[in-house]
């Protein structure tokens, strides 16, 4: 005999209460936000206005069916400077941040000492968990017009007078990107070390058999075996050019660069919070994640036709 | 003894010193890039133990020349920053106990295919992986919610997050169902499972999670600065934050001494006193946790 629905559920009470906690949770945390993206195209949203009420709903849409802080944002004057700082920094910290780690996994691989190799590991660890203000605030000193930067510079000749790194725009990304793969490098590194520890032995003694040297090896055996982690990783990097690291770059953020450090984050952050302009701060939220979306789609199945491997 | 075996001779003999030297250079390279790691905390920390009138001089690279301790004991006498070490102390302990309890007993619900909704349940889940409403709609919700500006701001919307249950998902999947069987016969029921025979065994995914909320927790400073006025509800990390934020454009020209006890300790000391003081805990627990992390992030991997 089936059992109905109600008495499967019953048994399954205690199991079902822990299950629709969590349910409940994710509705309110994140399935009620991406209703909140109707603010996106209502006319101005006031942050009085409850979500969830009735009269939220009546109130009026943006014009051109809702989509004018769409429109707004592409003809702001910003735009261009906006799009150009994020997509500036993500794609630099991508060339040059993303094969990095992996480079750095694999010389890490063939040093001979364990005990060597696992001190670098846990060294490399470190910046990782110094939070972005602290990583900020050393910064700050050392690029400061007294600060230890402009001592050296100054020491060795190169300089008169300190340059004031954090003041002026043209340092802004330099100091994004190195400042970024400085904190990530080793974190970055795990996951590709622990595809390298997957890699079957047999393969380097069979190549070191054919007399094959180390460095022969990297390219032939290591590579081609993480092949897969790398392009997934990458896939993932490009869904994310869009998305600057918020809380790096809010950190090192002030007027003097604001020129070279304004993006798509903290142009949101700003006109929300600062101008309560919330549909259009909404609106620019909501095509920057269209766009990461439709990034990621297509480095997904661009590394599908070259390679074979993709994300889904 | 022909040529070409003395020939072939020779050319190992090259080969090997080869390697040898780059072993060398490899090693060179390493330490290099461990002193290019660890060089800037120990700037910080030695400046943190300068007379500051003294660091203003300059030339101060490897040890302190005027040492003193007037930075921390200016750290450990302002009411404001030791208010702020209480936010991040408790705000870091209920959330990450609080976050790993409940992830984990979610998880847990999930993790049983017999259960009626299961797939519906982890399709909810899933799409949470990919989508969001964005900031501006979470910062809304948090507003209408009536969660700005509390405490609990920092605990309750860090309670779940998919991403750690399916690490616990795919752990408790691998628990041999006799276990529980037992248990069930004996008349316990499911939350009392989950309770007293799941999680003292789950320990090893317990500390994982555990430490990468208790990080992130301890670590963060945005959520002050955007969920929360009050200033005697900042955590250390958003009191840092506001110190560096509005000294970052001024000293970005000038450096400015600004004295707090007769000249002896200016701002800068102290800001980077308090990073020590704030970043200490963690950097001495975590070469310790180092195999749990690791483990972490290689589930994490195999899953996303």
Redesign the interface.
Known sequence: MRKS?WQ??KE?R??????L???V??L??????????I?AFKKN?K?TE???SFSFLKTPWADANGFQHFINFIKDPEFGNILANTLGMSILKLVIGFPLPIA?AI??N???SPR?KR?????????H??????L???L?????????IN?LLILAGFTKEGI????EPKYFWGIVVISDI?KE??WSA??YL?AIVGIDPDLYEAATVDGA???RQIFAITLPSIKG?ITILFILAVGNLLNSN??QI???W???NATSSNVI?IY??HV??RSMR?SY??AI??F??VVA?FLLFMANRVTQKLNEVSLF | MNTSNIQHHASLHR?MMM?KV??RA??F??VL??F???Y??W??VV?SLNESADT?L??I?WWPRKFTLDSYKAVFMDKNIIKAFNITIWRTLIATVGSVF?IS??????S?RH???HKF?MM??T??M????????????I???GLYDTFWVYVI?G??N?WN?LIFISFFREIPAALEESAHIDGA???TI?LKIILPISTPVLATIALFVG?WN?????MG??FVNNPDLQPI??F??RV??S???S?????MPVGISGGQVNS?SV??AT?VV??AP??VI??FL?KYF?KG??IG?IKG
């Not at chain 1, 004031?164 to 003041?167: G, K, P, Q, S």
């Open positions: 629905i499967t559920f399954q205690h199991l079902q209460i822990m299950a906690l969590g349910v949770w994710m309110v945390f994140n399935y009620a936000p991406m209703y909140g993206i603010v949203y942050i409850s979500l969830f750095f010389l890490l063939e040093l001979r060597f001190w670098v590991q846990t060294i490399s660890y470190l910046p968990f110094l939070s972005w203000v602290v900020g605030g050393i700050t000193t050392w690029l400061s017009n007294t600060g230890l001592q004031t790194f954090l003041a400085w490098l080793g795990i996951i622990a040297s180390r460095f982690t918020f809380d809010l950190v090192l002030n007027p003097l984050d949101v952050y929300a919070m919330y701060a909404s939220g909501l920057k994640s979306f | 080969q390697a780059g072993e490899l090693e390279l390493m890039i461990c290019v790691t660890l800037p905390v700037y910080t400046i203003m300059g030339g690279y409940f007993m979610v998880a847990y619900a999930f049983k259960l009626m909704g349940y909810l889940g799409i949470t990919f989508f969001g409403g964005g900031l501006i709609p979470y910062f809304i919700l507003k209408n919610i919307p309670l779940f998919f249950a029921n499911d939350f989950f990080v301890w670590n963060d400073y945005f600065v955007i990390q958003t840092l934050y560096i934020a000294a970052t454009a000293r970005a020209v000038v450096a800068q800001q980077l990073m704030t970043t963690i950097i975590y070469p180092q690791v992030i290689m991997s």
